[in-house]
């Protein structure tokens, strides 16, 4: 059974920090991209961060670069999303994104169930 567990989030002052966590079974973890998406209250969803599967490649949304830091760890089966310098507009429920193509015909996507970040004073 596929799963991924986002943990991590909560209420922070502006300025502060938090560490997601997004702990995955179920598939062989080493073989996906993983993302983070989040999505504000009215807003469409967005995407945050993005790491390859083996060579840890890593790009960011704009407007999180240089704040935050995505990292995976194979052998816990865990991506982290590392972040720094938040601000209210970084308020968002936050989603870990799994994602393999492997060939035209098998696709995987796979998603969390989110974890609510609020950044306010």
């Known amino acids: 059974q596929v799963q991924l567990v986002e943990s991590g989030g909560g209420l922070v002052q502006p300025g502060g920090s938090l560490t997601l966590s997004c702990a995955v079974s179920g598939f062989t973890f080493s073989s996906f991209l993983m993302r983070w998406y989040r999505q504000a209250p009215g807003k469409e969803r967005e995407l945050v961060a993005t790491i390859t599967s083996t060579t840890d490649i890593t790009n960011y949304a704009d407007s999180v670069k240089g704040r935050f830091t995505i990292s995976r760890d194979n052998a816990k089966n865990t991506v982290y999303l590392q972040m720094n310098s938040l601000k209210p507009e970084d308020t968002a429920v936050y989603y870990c994104?799994?994602?393999?193509?492997?060939?035209?015909?098998?696709?995987?996507?796979?998603w969390g169930q989110g974890t609510q970040v609020t950044v306010s004073s």
């Open positions: 994104n799994a994602f393999r193509l492997r060939s035209l015909t098998e696709i995987y996507n796979y």
